[in-house]
Nanobody, 123 residues
Framework: QVQLVESGGGLVQAGGSLRLSCAAS????????MGWFRQAPGKGREFVSA????????YYADSVKGRFTISRDNAKNTVYLQMNSLKPEDTAVYYC????????????????WGQGTQVTVSS
């Protein structure tokens, strides 16, 4: 079993930055890939970014490419999402997830989920 706890969300003005963290506990952290997804009100959950277990491969949705950076620290069992140049359309609940396998971009491919953290970007 893997437990995930996200933090770092909040209210920020357009153009600002936030850094989300996701702390994992339970199974060996370095053996799985991690992803970030988001869900805006009235919309489905969408892929944001993912990182391989080694951290050597990263993937981003086109909508956040060049603005967001995913990273992980296996010694701290934590994955991060640095979000810069935030836009009002980035407003959503952000979830981290664990996949017991290689990196993937579809939510159903992930095995464990955190409870989410709210990010609100004002215009």
């Amino acid at each position: 079993q893997v437990q995930l706890v996200e933090s770092g969300g909040g209210l920020v003005q357009a153009g600002g930055s936030l850094r989300l963290s996701c702390a994992a506990s339970g199974r060996t952290f370095s053996s799985y890939s991690m992803g970030w997804f988001r869900q805006a009100p009235g919309k489905g959950r969408e892929f944001v970014s993912a990182i391989s277990w080694s951290g050597g491969s990263t993937y981003y949705a086109d909508s956040v490419k060049g603005r967001f950076t995913i990273s992980r620290d296996n010694a701290k069992n934590t994955v991060y999402l640095q979000m810069n140049s935030l836009k009002p359309e980035d407003t959503a609940v952000y979830y981290c997830a664990v996949r017991l396998g290689s990196v993937a971009g579809l939510s159903y491919e992930y095995n464990y989920w955190g409870q989410g953290t709210q990010v609100t970007v004002s215009s």
